[in-house]
């Protein structure tokens, strides 16, 4: 309860004066702790989309590696640079965009050389962030 003094003026006392600045205290505390759990989130969602890209990418290019060396298996010529459809009708970098979009990521690139090795490139979005990872598979 505030006292008055012999002049009529209340006085405060040193609690009532300094309850109002740790309320603001407590509120940039939790809006600091805030943004450290969400920064911390968005780190965690990074991780988990480069091992998604990298897991989809290497899947996508052993696919695409075997789709290649089955088709120069059936037809006994080289699968052609650059990719695209063969003679023979397959197309060894649409399945590995159809493995990549199995995994959840975007198939962003994909050669094939002439000895049947394939390299591509997936990518995942998090949180407006990019991640981008490369695979390279051939056959022996």
Not at 99 to 105: D, M
């Amino acid at each position: 309860m505030p006292k008055i003094s012999g002049r009529g003026r209340r006085e405060r006392s040193a609690t009532s004066v300094e309850g109002g600045s740790v309320s603001v205290l407590m509120v940039a505390l939790v809006v600091v702790a805030a943004m450290l759990v969400g920064g911390i989130a968005i780190a965690g969602g990074l991780g988990v989309a480069a091992s998604r890209a990298q897991g989809a990418a290497d899947a996508s290019a052993l696919a695409a590696a075997f789709e290649a060396r089955d088709l120069r298996a059936r037809g006994g010529g080289a699968v052609p640079s650059g990719g695209g459809t063969t003679p023979l009708g397959g197309d060894p970098c649409a399945m590995a965009g159809r493995v990549a979009t199995a995994g959840g990521v975007a198939l962003t690139s994909c050669v094939m050389a002439v000895d049947g090795s394939v390299e591509v490139e997936a990518t995942d979005r998090v949180a407006g962030i990019t991640v981008t990872r490369r695979s390279r598979a051939g056959t022996s």
